[in-house]
């Protein structure tokens, strides 16, 4: 039985892990410099009501309806940033607060390179209200050498009305072989 056990969780366990997280932005000195992109019609704020890590998150309001389900937020960088020289680069993570209703979608994107090329990570769907982690790989970065900007988008196509997300702890991940 021990040796289906080991041999079990030696098929199981990955040929990498995940093993360092660096802190990007966790909006403890307000929100920096993170803007809209698209959507909302004011600016993300910070606020102490839901965070994952420290005392404040990022929050973004908005009313949606059937032509405004869709939101964007990102930071943009002064000069390109080269993340493929980062030992071990293996992406991206964020944490995202849903309030109640059903119908959530949240996903990772950037543009990169000299024409801005946009670059997404999975789209995660069907989330449920509260917290939820969501990533970008690196193999779906077209050029991690050249990063523009980075962001997050929300969408809920069956929600009409307020609703207030927190997004925190934006983390740049990397692998431990």
């Given at each position: ?50 965070t994952r890590h420290g005392d404040n998150s990022l929050l973004l309001e908005h009313n949606f309806t059937k032509k405004e389900n869709n939101i ?106």
């Amino acid at each position: 039985m021990k040796r289906l056990l080991l041999a079990i969780a030696v098929v199981l366990a990955p040929a990498a892990s995940l093993a360092a997280a660096t802190i990007l932005y966790d909006f403890e000195s307000g929100t920096e410099g993170w803007v809209t992109e698209w959507g909302l019609k004011g600016q993300p704020t910070t606020s102490t009501r839901y965070t994952r890590h420290g005392d404040n998150s990022l929050l973004l309001e908005h009313n949606f309806t059937k032509k405004e389900n869709n939101i964007g937020t990102r930071i943009m960088f002064d000069e390109a940033q080269d993340f493929a020289v980062k030992p071990g680069f293996a992406g991206f993570s964020a944490w995202v607060y849903f309030p109640s209703g059903n119908g959530w979608e949240a996903q990772i994107y950037m543009h990169t390179g000299d024409d801005w090329k946009w670059s997404f990570g999975k789209l995660y769907s069907d989330l449920q209200p509260g917290w939820h982690q969501i990533f970008m790989r690196a193999e779906e970065i077209q050029d991690a050498g050249r990063v523009r900007d980075l962001g997050i988008q929300i969408k809920n196509h069956k929600l009409d009305g307020d609703a207030s997300i927190y997004i925190d702890r934006i983390e740049m991940l990397s692998e431990e072989k």
